[in-house]
């Protein structure tokens, strides 16, 4: 338009298509109600954390204000057709952005096996004009979930702040300290300066002591500017779950140890996690959980084998047997069965190691009572633990990427939607190794955000321990509009 031209959003030729290339929001006088209706949405799109100026906000205002104060004998249908597309293309991209986010999971993570959502924007966009409810129909497309209300509200309120001036300086000595930790909500009446640091600590993953040191007093100055884009970066994660108000599926929060049971779009249940510690990160992907398996064998990882049980057999022979370790070689139907005492472990090195260890089910089994399984090129899964006592930390990153989880029982109930907690137990006592296959692939999500609010209405920021933020920045950079 102006001599430039105008990326379309996906589906806008098959809108025009469907319509006989008929104008969609001018009538015999001219734009109608709802061209205005979307003007005032895309002018407030930096509050799901998206630029108005992508959905041509300005363009589409000028165009309406010229058309209705300018001169009339200069009106001309060149000039509706352009705004015509400019308002389908703003509609299209902006609820496609709502929808699936703007960019495309499987370009930033390697393995992303949930489906992302297609289509369907186009053939909304001719049933909100048929019905003038533009807005219902764009609002329907933003996510759902509490946590993407809850960054737009954090997000709300930063803007104000950094409209404001930002946050005060805090100096070396504590010069300015309280001023800034009563701006973010950190020190309220009651406080001391000892408890207002601690929350704020704890709400920016900082060794929790309540002193004002150097790593504080650098989280304390850091420039509100790269808060609120941080904010923005992961409300694109949200968006890229199911909206759906059925949906029901597995998410599991890296950045606070958790897994939640989403079931009608709605969390029913949060249990607590152990995830992967800083050398076995727990990695960002999606996939399709297809069965559980109750009182699960353990196959232990050859990385694993080498680097633990290797040097304690070393030291000690009997481990395998007295661990209920099976001692294997070969694979699938050459496998066959080693006598552990007939190996010469002392010589053995991780170059030559060509062993499997097996598990069997109970006793220090780290599997424990059950295993959630979900294809996926990591080899991660959900399972239970008999290391009950490691949910009591704050800090919970000791597997070596998999993730155990609390209440093992209840949520593979709740996963198989048919089997009672009761059931499943009675398997356990039994010794029995079951394999249940779930009546419908259910989605996981294994997720890391860098913001998040929790039931305080505190905004959480943590580092960017996965590099997941700079990916999805780079791979933003990429996108024009």
């Known amino acids: 338009m102006d001599g430039r031209l105008m990326p379309a959003a996906p589906g806008l030729s098959t809108f025009y298509m469907q319509r006989g290339d008929r104008l969609a929001w001018s009538g015999p006088s001219g734009p109608g109600a709802q061209a205005d209706v979307l003007h005032r949405i895309v002018e407030r799109a930096d509050e799901d954390g998206l630029s108005p100026a992508v959905y041509q906000a300005s363009a589409i205002g000028q165009r309406l204000l010229s058309w209705r104060k300018g001169d ?136 929790p002591n309540g002193l004002l040191d150097e790593d504080t007093l650098a989280a304390l100055n850091r420039p509100i500017a790269e808060q609120i884009a941080q904010i923005e970066i992961n409300m694109e994660r949200w968006r890229w779950l199911p909206h759906d108000v059925d949906a029901r599926y597995l998410l599991v929060r890296l950045d606070d140890y958790a897994v939640d049971m989403v079931s009608g779009g709605q969390r029913v249940h949060t249990a607590r996690a152990i995830v992967g510690s800083e050398f076995w990160r727990t990695p960002i992907f999606s996939a399709r959980m297809t069965e559980v398996v109750v009182n699960p064998y353990w196959y232990v990882p050859r990385s694993i084998a080498v680097a633990e049980i290797l040097p304690i057999l070393q030291q000690d022979p009997a481990y395998l047997e007295r661990s209920g370790i099976l001692l294997s070689r070969g694979e699938g139907v050459q496998a066959r069965s080693v006598n552990p005492q007939q190996v010469r472990w002392s010589q053995l090195s991780a170059a030559d190691f060509d062993y499997r260890f097996t598990q069997k089910p109970g006793g220090s089994n780290p599997l424990g009572k059950v295993k959630l399984v979900f294809a996926n090129p990591y080899s991660i899964y959900v399972h239970d633990t008999p290391n009950q006592q490691l949910f009591e930390r704050a800090k919970r990153e000791f597997s070596h990427g998999c993730i155990r989880v609390e209440d093992s029982l209840l949520l593979s109930a709740m996963v198989l939607d048919g089997w009672s907690e009761a059931a499943l137990e009675d398997l356990v006592e039994r010794g029995e190794n079951r394999r249940i296959a779930l009546a419908k692939p259910l989605p996981v999500f294994v997720l890391y955000w860098t913001a998040w609010v929790d039931m305080d209405g505190l905004l959480h920021l943590r580092e960017d321990a996965y590099q997941s933020d700079a990916a999805l920045r780079s791979a933003l950079r990429k996108i024009r509009y």
């Open 72 to 207: 009339a004998a200069q009106r001309t249908l060149r000039d509706l057709v352009e705004l015509d597309l400019l308002l389908s293309n703003a509609f299209l991209l902006y609820g496609s952005h709502l929808l699936r986010g703007r960019v495309d999971p499987r370009t930033v993570h390697d393995f992303w096996e949930a489906p992302y959502v297609q289509g369907g924007i186009a053939d909304l966009l001719q049933t909100a004009l048929d019905l003038q409810r533009v807005g219902p129909a764009l609002d329907q497309l933003r996510p759902p979930q509490r946590g993407y209300g809850n960054l737009q509200h954090a997000l709300r309120r930063y803007r104000t702040i950094a409209a404001s001036g930002g946050w005060p300086s805090v100096g070396p000595q504590g010069e300015g300290l309280r001023a800034r930790l009563e701006m973010s909500g950190d020190w309220s009446s009651g406080s001391s300066q000892r408890d207002a640091l601690y929350r704020f600590q704890k709400r920016r993953h900082l060794d």
